[in-house]
Nanobody, 123 residues
C-alpha cells in the first residue's frame, strides 16, 4: 500500500514557475514508477509526465515537453514536477500516481493516487 500526498499548487501568472511535490508513505517507494496527471474542469484526466523507478527514464505529454520536468528522490520518497513557463491551459488539478514495474502514460494502469493539488494560471 502506498499513500500519496501532493503539495505545491497555487495561483500564478502566465510565464511563472511552480514545483509540485508528491510525498509517498512506505518503504517501497523505489519499487514504483510514478506519474503526474491533471484534470481541468469539464475535461478528462490527462497524462502529464512519468518517471521510472530509478529516475533514469522519463516521458512527457507533448503539451508540456520542454517546460515541465519530472524527477524523484528515492531517499526522500518524493517525486517532483517542475513546471516552467506556465500557461493558462495548464490550469487543472494535478495528481500524482504510482504503479508497479514500468512507467506509463496510461492512467488506469496506476494503482495508487493522491488527492490532487490545484494549479491555477492567470493570463
Amino acid at each position: 500500500q502506498v499513500q500519496l500526498v501532493e503539495s505545491g499548487g497555487g495561483l500564478v501568472q502566465a510565464g511563472d514557475s511552480l514545483r509540485l511535490s508528491c510525498a509517498a508513505s512506505g518503504r517501497t517507494f523505489s519499487m514504483y514508477a510514478m506519474g503526474w496527471f491533471r484534470q481541468a474542469p469539464g475535461e478528462e484526466r490527462e497524462f502529464v509526465a512519468t518517471i521510472n523507478r530509478s529516475g533514469g527514464s522519463t516521458d512527457y505529454a507533448d503539451s508540456v515537453k520542454g517546460r515541465f520536468t519530472i524527477s524523484r528522490d528515492n531517499a526522500k520518497n518524493t517525486v517532483y514536477l517542475q513546471m516552467n513557463n506556465l500557461k493558462a491551459d495548464d490550469t487543472a488539478v494535478y495528481y500524482c500516481a504510482a504503479k508497479s514495474v514500468s512507467r506509463s502514460w496510461v492512467a488506469n494502469e496506476y494503482h495508487y493516487w493522491g488527492q490532487g493539488t490545484q494549479v491555477t494560471v492567470s493570463s
